[in-house]
């Protein structure tokens, strides 16, 4: 019964990878990030345990995006100003 219930619905077949095909997906993968990026990482491959690693910058453009900009010494004297009013409120 259920065999002809997953007949009916064009059953999900999953593909499994081999080995060969998963790394081949993901180098590519990581190849296309590092294209994209400006300062290009330098990569060290540990021929021990095969282990490949990418140092990467301090600090990635998109990460200096997320964060707050730099505030000037005198909006920053502004801003204590203002905190020190609204606590006295």
Do not use: H, W, Y
Request: proline content about 8%; overall charge negative; aromatic content about 2%.
């Amino acid at each position: 019964m259920f065999k002809f219930i997953k007949s009916r619905l064009g059953g999900v077949k999953t593909v499994k990878e081999n080995q060969r095909q998963t790394v081949q997906r993901a180098l590519a993968e990581v190849n296309e990030v590092v294209a994209l990026m400006d300062a290009k990482p330098k990569i060290v491959i540990d021929p021990a345990t095969g282990a490949v690693e990418l140092e990467l910058p301090e600090q990635m453009p998109d990460e200096a995006l997320a964060l707050p900009a730099p505030v000037p010494e005198a909006d920053a004297e502004v801003a204590e100003e203002v905190e020190d009013v609204e606590k006295a409120a």
